[in-house]
């Protein structure tokens, strides 16, 4: 029988809207190899590693009436062509010109007739090199297990690994009678489930975001110890439209570990880099607030959701699930799942509301401010569990997404203005064939009513963010990304 959707997968689908598409997407830049690197070898590359992720050749189908939630069903026409792509920019191309083409991409949402992902070949960027950039549905990464296709292409060596040998044939689709037989026997089986699938539209939806608000009940509670009152308001939270702005930027880890060095203290004022990741976007966000004209006093903030790893070791900037966090109290070496290319994946993630301190002038004092907020968050437990975590944002590797479902998000501008999502990569050199990469960007999708978000993570000795934004709300999206530059200069000026 085939498997049928979580509740929460199916979520992502009832709830989607065209101005919410619901995936995720990575922007990876990499150096060709002498012989070079073409779309060929990325079909080859896809075809022979998807065996990884047999979910890459399953399509949804619904049951009909909706009877239960869909299912998912091999795609007997499955072409690997369809899904990888090519495409070229004017030569050389740069880097705004990369972002532009990403912000179309990400801004069209996926066929649902057929498996939920896609892959571009970027061609014709300066110095030679070339993109390759990612969308994949979050009902098709389910969390905590499955792969997302960015992780299944990447290596730790250049040289070929040995693939298991794909012996995959389709199964053959279900009729609709066999759909309803098992809609049925899965009534009999769990009769309370099905009651949220019986009413349909507009119930269905709320139904299964029901689900999401009570997932929700922690985070509520974690915003209620950072602040009772609702999040502030903000040119952030807008209503937004279908189409999107994207910004690359790219700084250095051992800048943010710099200042963390510097005002750190042994024993008394611990400081990760995950603290010096949110001074920098406070910092940045406070400058394009006053560029915008806004109002902005000192007890001006902005509210942040920002998504923590609990493992603690060093060398990486805290974040998602994939982080390695430098929170205090953290455990070292808890261990993780092995993705494609090394990465480790930890399971015990947390939530944090942050106020941003964005109307404090002194960069030092918004370090220490942050950094006092997160021990506090760490000290009396105002964090979210992973498993609340994975109930409420269906979040999967490489990036925690947006909040889940519309009835989420509707409540997320209620307590926070953005999502700022920190996802460290290894340090060491990863490979799609033998072409290596230099820097990976995520692509994190805006939730209602939210013009931003910041997703960043970390490879090889950088720190890149990616900035998705709504186009209209964010024509300045640019200029914010500039303002990060200069808010980690600012902070690293005081280590001086």
């Known amino acids: 029988m085939p498997d049928r959707l979580s509740a929460l997968d199916a979520s992502f689908l009832y709830l989607e809207q065209p101005t919410t598409?619901?995936?995720?997407?990575?922007?990876?830049?990499?150096?060709?190899?002498?012989?070079?690197?073409?779309?060929?070898?990325?079909?080859?590359?896809v075809a022979g590693r998807i065996a990884y992720a047999p979910r890459y050749r399953q399509r949804v189908r619904t049951v009909p009436g909706r009877l239960a939630n869909p299912v998912w069903v091999d795609d007997e026409d499955f072409d690997v062509n369809y899904h990888v792509r090519r495409s070229a920019l004017p030569s050389p191309g740069t880097q705004e010109q990369l972002a532009d083409f990403v912000a179309r991409v990400q801004s069209r949402r996926l066929d649902r007739a057929r498996p939920l992902w896609e892959v571009y070949l970027v061609e014709g960027l300066q110095d030679g090199r070339f993109a390759i950039v990612t969308k994949t549905h979050q009902a098709l990464v389910d969390g905590v297990h499955a792969l997302d296709i960015a992780q299944v292409i990447l290596e730790e060596s250049p040289e070929p690994a040995e693939l298991p040998v794909d012996?995959?044939?389709?199964?053959?689709?279900?009729?609709?009678?066999e759909l309803l037989v098992g809609a049925v026997a899965d009534v009999v089986r769990s009769p309370g489930t099905v009651l949220d699938t019986l009413r349909g539209g507009v119930a269905d939806v709320r139904a299964t975001g029901g689900r999401v608000f009570g997932q929700l009940g922690s985070l509520a509670q974690a915003a209620a110890r950072t602040a009772t009152r609702p999040a502030p308001t903000s040119p952030l939270?807008?209503?937004?439209?279908?189409?999107?702005?994207?910004?690359?930027?790219?700084?250095?880890?051992?800048?943010?570990?710099?200042?963390?060095?510097?005002?750190?203290?042994?024993?008394?004022?611990?400081?990760?880099?995950?603290?010096?990741?949110?001074?920098?976007?406070?910092?940045?966000?406070?400058?394009?607030?006053?560029?915008?004209?806004?109002?902005?006093?000192?007890?001006?903030?902005?509210?942040?959701?920002?998504?923590?790893?609990?493992?603690g070791a060093d060398g990486a900037a805290g974040g998602v699930a994939q982080a390695v966090s430098e929170v205090p109290g953290a455990e070292a070496g808890d261990p993780g799942d092995r993705l494609g290319g090394g990465a480790r994946v930890g399971n015990r993630v947390a939530a944090f509301v942050v106020d941003l301190p964005v109307g404090e002038a002194n960069p030092s004092v918004r370090l220490h401010q942050i950094a006092y907020a997160m021990r506090a968050h760490a000290e009396v437990g105002g964090a979210v569990g992973a498993q609340a975590l994975v109930g409420l944002a269906g979040f999967a590797p490489p990036t925690l997404h947006s909040m889940g479902a519309r009835v989420a998000s509707a409540a997320s501008r209620r307590l926070f203005n953005l999502i700022v999502t920190n996802v460290p990569g290894p340090q060491q050199p990863l490979y799609a064939g033998r072409a290596e990469l230099l820097a990976s960007y995520p692509v994190v999708p805006l939730a209602e009513g939210q013009a931003l978000s910041i997703g960043l993570t970390s490879y090889r000795g950088r720190v890149c963010y990616g900035l998705n934004g709504d186009r209209d709300a964010m024509p300045d999206l640019e200029l914010l990304g500039q303002c990060l530059v200069e808010a980690l200069a600012e902070l690293l000026e005081t280590t001086r």
């Not at 012996?167 to 009678?177: F, G, I, K």
């Not at 880890?253 to 005002?263: F, G, N, P």
């Not at 042994?266 to 010096?276: A, E």
């Open 167 to 177: 012996t995959w044939r389709p199964a053959p689709e279900p009729t609709d009678a």
């Open 237 to 311: 939270n807008v209503d937004i439209g279908e189409q999107r702005r994207y910004a690359m930027v790219e700084t250095s880890l051992d800048d943010h570990r710099a200042v963390r060095a510097r005002h750190g203290r042994p024993g008394r004022d611990q400081l990760s880099v995950n603290d010096v990741v949110l001074a920098t976007v406070a910092g940045a966000l406070r400058t394009w607030l006053l560029g915008r004209g806004e109002s902005v006093v000192p007890a001006t903030v902005v509210r942040a959701l920002v998504p923590v790893s609990v493992q």
């Open 21 to 45: 598409a619901m995936h995720v997407g990575t922007v990876m830049v990499f150096e060709p190899p002498h012989e070079g690197f073409d779309h060929a070898e990325l079909v080859t590359l």
